[in-house]
């Protein structure tokens, strides 16, 4: 391997998939300012998640709504500026 080029924060965090409760554990420097306390009693950083492969229709064979109407609208106000009238 190269030296240099990977990051330094590895550390255990916790990902939720926020469409049905489910959450798992694994390394990751995906920057995270919420904390959870996890099944195993210890507290880890928190990763939300609009999707995973316990929701996502493919894995799970069954189509699930999830609601990104919110994500829509904020991304529509945010980039309104720059959208033709």
């Given at each position: 391997?190269?030296?240099?080029?990977?990051?330094?924060?590895?550390?255990l965090?916790?990902?939720?998939?926020?469409?049905?409760?489910?959450?798992?554990?694994?390394?990751?420097?995906?920057?995270?300012?919420?904390?959870?306390?996890?099944?195993?009693?210890?507290?880890?950083?928190?990763?939300?998640?609009?999707?995973?492969?316990?929701?996502h229709?493919y894995?799970?064979?069954?189509?699930?709504?999830?609601?990104?109407?919110?994500?829509?609208?904020?991304?529509?106000?945010?980039y309104?500026?720059?959208?033709?009238?």
């Amino acid at each position: 391997m190269k030296k240099d080029i990977h990051p330094e924060n590895y550390r255990l965090v916790v990902f939720k998939d926020m469409t049905n409760d489910y959450s798992f554990v694994t390394r990751s420097c995906a920057e995270s300012t919420e904390t959870i306390k996890h099944e195993d009693g210890k507290e880890y950083p928190l990763v939300k998640l609009d999707i995973s492969h316990m929701s996502h229709p493919y894995f799970t064979g069954v189509e699930q709504y999830v609601d990104t109407a919110g994500r829509i609208d904020k991304f529509k106000n945010r980039y309104a500026r720059h959208m033709k009238k």
